[in-house]
T-cell receptor, first 120, second 110 residues
Framework: GAGVSQTPSNKVTEKGKYVELRCDPISGHTALYWYRQSLGQGPEFLIYFQGTGAADDSGLPNDRFFAVRPEGSVSTLKIQRTERGDSAVYLC??????????????????FGPGTRLTVL | GQQVMQIPQYQHVQEGEDFTTYCNSSTTLSNIQWYKQRPGGHPVFLIQLVKSGEVKKQKRLTFQFGEAKKNSSLHITATQTTDVGTYFCAGNTGGFKTIFGAGTRLFVKA
């Protein structure tokens, strides 16, 4: 079956521009995560969706970053007024199980190939 | 803030040698996951541990979760060139946020 897909695979933009990154999770996966990964680092949590709602957006670095998942499937990460420091690979992951607040639920995350964002 | 530290940062081994990476959290974890990322690829889930003191094996890989649920390890016996990549631990600390370590990059020389 199809895995998690992300578009575009590469995005080059100029400082100050607006960008949208799209994630198509595995069909039927209720949970969706956004991460960003810089070279030589682990994925950095941005936001977690359960269905249509953002259950935890504590990782969004500032109010220039926003993510939506209006129908509980496809998600879009939106970055306004991009800065050079936003350059990174943005990863999306989906999971069949929804996390409980205790975090004890089985949490296998399936990652997409990522979008490499370069801000000039 | 919550942190997950991973050591070593990288390791070079000769094919056939063993390899271990260690993960330590500043706070108690509700679960620990391990992922492998090949060069140029994306993280791929290996396993999740949730119980204190839990040990799980997958062929040549052995995963442990510490008694205090603050540390974990991944041990690979008799490494092969196909084991090359970066191994990440990741955990939840009682919420929805998943925190990844910086990873251990494994190089295997044939």
């Amino acid at each position: 079956g199809a895995g998690v897909s992300q578009t575009p695979s590469n995005k080059v933009t100029e400082k100050g521009k607006y960008v949208e990154l799209r994630c198509d999770p595995i069909s039927g996966h209720t949970a969706l995560y956004w991460y960003r990964q810089s070279l030589g680092q682990g994925p950095e949590f941005l936001i977690y969706f359960q269905g249509t709602g953002a259950a935890d957006d504590s990782g969004l670095p500032n109010d220039r970053f926003f993510a939506v998942r209006p129908e509980g499937s496809v998600s879009t990460l939106k970055i306004q007024r991009t800065e050079r420091g936003d350059s990174a690979v943005y990863l999306c992951a989906s999971s069949l199980k929804v996390l409980s607040v205790s975090g004890g639920a089985y949490n296998e995350q399936f990652f997409g190939p990522g979008t490499r964002l370069t801000v000039l | 803030g919550q942190q997950v530290m991973q050591i070593p940062q990288y390791q070079h081994v000769q094919e056939g040698e063993d390899f271990t990476t260690y993960c330590n959290s500043s706070t108690t974890l509700s679960n620990i996951q391990w992922y492998k990322q090949r060069p140029g690829g994306h993280p791929v889930f290996l396993i999740q541990l949730v119980k204190s003191g839990e040990v799980k094996k997958q062929k040549r890989l052995t995963f442990q979760f510490g008694e205090a649920k603050k540390n974990s390890s991944l041990h690979i016996t008799a490494t092969q060139t196909t084991d090359v990549g970066t191994y990440f631990c990741a955990g939840n600390t009682g919420g929805f946020k998943t925190i990844f370590g910086a990873g251990t990059r494994l190089f295997v020389k044939a």
